[in-house]
């Protein structure tokens, strides 16, 4: 047990240590009920290491039958009130200690994600896992605040609106940020009562499973959250198909955000709240200098590069007007070429790690040959690196400029740190291009006119969006997209009424 105060004094050689004892401890099994068990079927598959290919450990494979299994628990707990009808605070009470426990355990779940994704460690500890802390106090606070309604009505009349638990809530998460954006599901379905069952995306299920062995010391009952690892088209789909699965909650690509539709269609019309994709426009206007372009450029690579790229809200299109375009690109050039260098990711010195695998490499090697065909030019990076990281799934940093708003790389979301510049001359044209784009999730403005900075606010289409800054905000704030970016919200307080039934409940007094 080591805190994240400690974790951030560690050396490499500590980490390396610390990750070779860890993949052969990590529990692997399926979380049901309480307890790691095998899987019915007893199917199992590899756990393969992004950084050089090897085979970290491997993990049980989740299928129908442990789907089925999992929601008949779960069903039986919900219906026992044991955490639905638990009183507001006696919930909040388990929700603080479980963040406490996350926290104490912050070094361990930190490696259990670098192993699983190759996410640079020092990003684990000193971004990531506070902000999974966060998420779970922040869910624990608003438990409390949930209320319902006395509408008016009259005199001999009581009409209320109360708000429920849904019941049984099926939870996918990706990979990208394999705690954080599990929390961000199962931490408000919990908070709102829910019994729920996460399905974490097969790369990374480690810290998933820890976390709700966790959840379980905290005081929460054993049918109130499990963990099912399995393949998408299996352990998935079974979940999202279940006649008493209530919602669904997905995060992932926009493609398979689409099937959760026609599997509720299919099934129960389980309510399903999606977020995927994005292709994030950044504008940078004709008035940008001095200090306001110096910071806005800063922002631009780290809003690009952070995360390997692996970022569904990354600022991966920049439209810069043509007034300020040869200044624009010449001060990235110079400031974003070396800012982010590939290596070991169990380096606290490093700050860009691999793609999630080889076959995520190769389809973005592809696109990168794909954009120089269609005339863009390669400011620096394109390629997979040479020499000690050849093994691993690594792209080196990527400036794509004469980029076309048409073109492939600027309308298919690369999740890579791959950035493509557009030329443009006017705010018309600016706006234009930013929302030639099937996704519509995060985008932001550069400007010193806060006039022209309200018009982009009001005419982009995008759930968030941002002024003279990007990838801000705090749990709050609601995140989630436009068009075929998702239909609902993840943080903030909206999400938690989202895990929850409205009722009206009429009173006739007379």
Known sequence: MMNLADAAKLTHADWQEKAANLKKTAETRLFIGGK????????????????????????????????????EIARISFKSGEWSRMAPRDRMNVMYTWAQLIGENGAELSLMDTIDMGKPISDMVGIDMPMCIDTVQYFAECIDKITGTVTATEYDVISAVLREPIGVVGCISPWNYPLLMALWKIAPSLAAGNSTILKPAEQSPLSCY?????????????????????????????????????????????????????????????????????????????????????????????????????????????????????????????????????????????????????????????????????????EFGGTAPDGDLDKGAYIVPTMITGVKSNDTIAQHEAFAPVVAVIRVDSDDEAIEV????????????????????????????????????????????PFGGYKQSGNAKDKCFESLLSYTNAKAAWFRLN
Not at 294 to 308: L, P, Q
Not at 438 to 462: H, P
Request: glycine share 12%; proline share 2%.
């Open 36 to 71: 790691f068990v095998d899987a019915v079927e007893g199917g199992t598959f590899d756990n393969i290491c992004p950084v050089d290919g090897s085979i970290i450990n491997t993990c049980a494979a989740g299928t129908e039958a442990d789907i089925n299994k999992a929601v």
């Open 434 to 477: 930013a929302n030639n784009s099937i996704y519509g999730l995060q985008g932001s403005v550069w400007t010193d006119n806060y006039r022209k900075a309200m018009r982009f606010v009001r005419e982009i289409e995008c759930g968030t969006f941002l002024v003279n800054s990007f990838e801000e905000g705090d749990m709050t704030q």
């Open 210 to 378: 820890r976390a709700a062995e966790l959840f379980v010391e905290a005081g929460g009952p054993a049918g109130a959250l499990q963990v099912i690892n399995g393949l998408g088209e299996q352990a998935g789909q079974a979940l999202a198909r279940h006649m008493d699965v209530s919602k669904i909650s997905f995060t992932g690509s926009t493609e398979v955000g689409k099937l959760m539709h026609v599997y509720s269609g299919e099934s129960n019309m389980k309510k399903v709240s999606l977020e995927c994709g994005g292709k994030g426009p950044q504008v940078f206007c004709e008035d940008l200098e001095g200090e306001l372009m110096d910071r806005a450029v800063e922002t631009a690579i780290n809003g690009i590069f952070f995360n390997m790229g692996e970022v569904c809200s990354a600022g991966s299109r920049l439209i810069v007007h043509s007034k300020i375009y040869d200044t624009f690109v010449a001060k990235f050039i110079e400031k974003g070429k070396h800012a982010y260098v590939c290596g070991d990711p169990l380096d606290p010195e490093v700050n860009l790690g691999p793609l999630v695998d080889h076959e995520a490499q190769k389809r973005v090697l592809d696109m990168l040959e794909t954009a120089r065909n269609e005339g863009g030019q390669v």
